[in-house]
């Protein structure tokens, strides 16, 4: 089974910011089931069992912040249990550059969210944590929604196996 998987945050870096949330979308069949964890719901345990059954993880930008950041922030090294493929680098061989958004207009890949980036993503989180403002944290996880079902899309743009 095929998995993709991003993540939000509070910030850039994972010695003093926290992930607020994973989102995973998982193919089954044609189906995408997308299992997203939020907040203090995010633990390691939880990311295992969600990923029970998952061979590979394709990512956007994965290797060098996702992957990472859950690494540090939850002590769980997601490329030694699955494999991991970073379709950043696919975008890169074919003239692609810029981060997944650009990308995704590049190649005309629709998206609800239009306009709302990863500062945004932040200012939603904490929009929902500070004002208790369900709408934010809805905008915020269907932003996250449409990053892991885009990046399935782009991958079968890219023909990647």
């Given at each position: 089974m095929r998995c993709y998987l991003d993540i939000e945050t509070t910030g850039m870096s994972w010695k003093h910011e926290?992930?607020?949330?994973?989102?995973?979308?998982?193919?089954?069949?044609?189906?995408?089931?997308?299992?997203?964890?939020?907040?203090?719901?995010?633990?390691a345990a939880r990311l295992i069992e969600s990923l029970r059954g998952v061979e590979r993880i394709y990512t956007y930008n994965g290797s060098r912040f996702d992957l990472p950041?859950?690494?540090?922030?939850?002590?769980?090294n997601l490329e030694t249990v699955f494999a991991h493929r970073d379709l950043m680098?696919?975008?890169?061989?074919?003239k692609l550059k810029g981060g997944l958004k650009?990308?995704?207009?590049?190649?005309?890949?629709?998206?609800?969210?239009?306009?709302?980036?990863?500062?945004?993503?932040?200012?939603?989180?904490w929009n929902y944590v500070n004002n208790q403002?369900?709408?934010?944290?809805?905008?915020?996880?269907?932003?996250?929604?449409?990053?892991?079902i885009n990046l399935r899309t782009l991958r079968e743009k890219l023909s990647v196996p």
């Open positions: 926290e992930v607020t949330v994973v989102g995973l979308a998982i193919e089954q069949g044609q189906a995408m089931k997308v299992i997203q964890l939020v907040g203090e719901a995010i633990s950041f859950l690494r540090r922030r939850l002590g769980v680098y696919d975008c890169w061989k074919h650009k990308v995704e207009q590049t190649l005309g890949i629709a998206r609800a969210t239009q306009g709302i980036d990863g500062w945004m993503a932040v200012r939603l989180w403002d369900r709408q934010s944290l809805r905008t915020l996880l269907e932003y996250n929604r449409e990053d892991v």
